[in-house]
């Protein structure tokens, strides 16, 4: 017994464990605290992934100044990113706002559909009380506000972006250098996360965006053929509504197609519900398999339930980085399996063959 040694854990792994700790619990103060301004980070790392190769391209092989090209980034991402999001909001609202004081002209067209609808398959089934129409008018209503007040919000976390983004770039290597020696992975599994992370936000950066532009121009020129009241507002909101999960471009244009059959015009109303089906619908699987496939080959069910997640978590932004999210669950395995993974792959490939 008295010689005997009692295995002790060794000071190296307390020192580690204890100092992962504090650095958890440091970011979770971080994080907290500074939250707010969490979209301009997310923004300002956005940017910075899709700019990173043509800002190394025009700083490192063309001599280019760092600073003058991180202005010019800054400039080039207002004129095609901020100034036509503002262009459609500043026209969004003043229409929205003018539909939503109308309440005669909506309450005249609900009764109206809620009589087309009285006698259809299917269709009779819809609960359309007038109850049913003042709960959808306060959950719409309910979001107005917020809109309106998270106008300083958002022009707040602009600003941060562009000045996180700034620095990002004028010191992209150090930062990159700094992160690649933090993070305790082989490089392979470092490789893979990288991978990982660019291909998602690069896919939804830039995938979302062309499939909303490309529907709702689609759809503003089928709502215009068959005469829909304020096709360009009807358009627009198209191309909003395609990054809504499963249902998608299909909760603008089937009401407002049962709207138009409602109010006697059969031959526009029939019209606009097939254009919707057969083409503003597929452009989504076009665009997806040609496109959107050579950004990033994102599997549907990480985008789908991704985007449910994100915009829980970050707003609109979550569009790019709820499916970065989840993803990220499929990378710590294979990162997991590239570090302590001991088992053999030809051993499971045998018994796969084994097995009748």
Known sequence: MLGMRVKQINNNSINQIM??????????VIFKNLYYYLPGFLGAIT???????????????????????SLLFILLS???????????????VPQISSFANNTDKIVAQFNLLKEYMSDKPFLKDI?????????????FTKYVPSILNSVAEITINILVTFFVLYFMQVHGRRMEQ??????????????????????????????IPILGLCQGVVAMLGYWIFDADNFILMGILTGIASIVPVLGTMTIYVPLGIITLAAGQTGNGIGILLYGFLLVGSIDNILRFTILKTLGNVPPLITLFGVLLGLKLFGMLGLIFGPLILSSVGVLI???????????????????????
């Open 19 to 28: 100092l992962i700790t504090i650095i958890i619990l440091i970011c979770i």
């Open 47 to 69: 940017l910075y992934i899709l700019f990173r190769k043509g800002y190394f391209t025009l700083t490192e092989k063309r001599g280019w100044n760092k600073i003058l090209t």
């Open 78 to 92: 207002l004129v095609f990113i901020v100034l036509p999001i503002w262009a459609i909001v500043d026209y969004l």
């Open 127 to 139: 609960d359309m009380s007038d109850e049913a129409l003042l709960a959808i008018l306060q959950r």
């Open 178 to 207: 700094y992160i690649v020696k933090g993070i305790p992975f082989s490089p392979k599994s470092k490789s893979e996360i990288w991978t990982e992370v660019d291909s998602m936000v690069r896919s939804n950066a830039i995938g």
């Open 334 to 356: 294979k990162v997991y399996a590239n570090e302590y993974g001991k088992g053999s792959p030809i051993l499971l490939e045998e018994d796969y063959k084994n097995t009748p």
